[in-house]
């Protein structure tokens, strides 16, 4: 009984949201496509599309085997410590036919959201507190 309003907006370059990208390579592995043909082609494709770095990470009964384990793939730069980077991330969960849950995430890096170039250099204040002259204290 609440009005309700929705949006929808297209997406016009799928291969630039990460979240899309791993639901792309968990439909790959789920249709049996090898897990790192997947990786390879999706990053390729990302990184076609104009984007200046991808990392993919898979993880779980990759192939089937025993033991679970991590692959990764990283092509260009993604700065994950960085705060002005724009990097989207994505999770996706393939339900692989015998070996249970692939995991897989995604992050993109797309650039950065705040350029010091185009806004020109801040003077530093002349203002600086000055130290006193009174010697330090001596460690005990």
């Known amino acids: 009984g609440v009005p309700t309003r929705l949006n929808i907006e297209e997406v016009k370059k799928p291969e630039t949201h990460a979240k899309l990208v791993a639901e792309n390579i968990a439909n790959q592995i789920e249709r ?3 897990f ?7 990053a390729g494709a990302t990184m076609r599309a104009g984007v200046k770095g991808i990392r993919i990470e898979i993880a779980g009964r990759l192939g089937g085997a025993d033991m679970s384990r991590r692959e990764k793939t990283i092509e260009g ?15 996706a969960r393939a339900v692989y036919p ?23 250099q801040e003077k530093v204040e002349e203002s600086a507190p000055q130290r006193s002259s009174r010697p330090a204290r001596e460690p005990r």
Do not use: C, N
Request: net charge positive; aromatic share 12%; charged share 25%.
């Open 36 to 42: 790192r043909r997947a990786m390879k082609s999706a």
């Open 77 to 91: 730069s993604v700065p994950l410590h960085t705060l002005r980077a724009d990097v989207d991330y994505g999770y």
């Open 32 to 34: 049996r496509i090898a």
């Open 98 to 120: 015998g070996a249970g849950i692939i995991g897989i995430k995604v992050w993109i890096y797309k650039g950065e959201v705040f350029d010091f170039s185009q806004v020109g």
